[in-house]
């Protein structure tokens, strides 16, 4: 299970998390489940990109401004 986790990782230039590797399994024909393919990774030191910006709001922290001064 691994080593196809290994190679969905590879041949998708490391860009897939456990969510992705899973869809990609269970389209192999593999009943497996999330929680599982997430434990794999982390423990053979597989880990995706993070792709997603940081979200940016123009709303102020009206909190930390008040203890700031």
Do not use: C, P, Q
Request: proline residues 0%; glycine residues 8%; without cysteine.
């Amino acid at each position: 299970m691994v080593e196809e986790i290994r190679e969905i990782h590879a041949e998708h230039l490391g860009s897939y998390g456990a969510l992705r590797v899973r869809a990609e399994l269970r389209g192999f024909g593999h009943t497996v489940n999330r929680k599982r393919v997430a434990r794999l990774m982390r423990k053979h030191g597989i880990i995706g990109r993070h792709l997603r910006k940081e979200k940016r709001t123009t709303i102020l922290d009206v909190w930390r401004r008040r203890w700031r001064t």
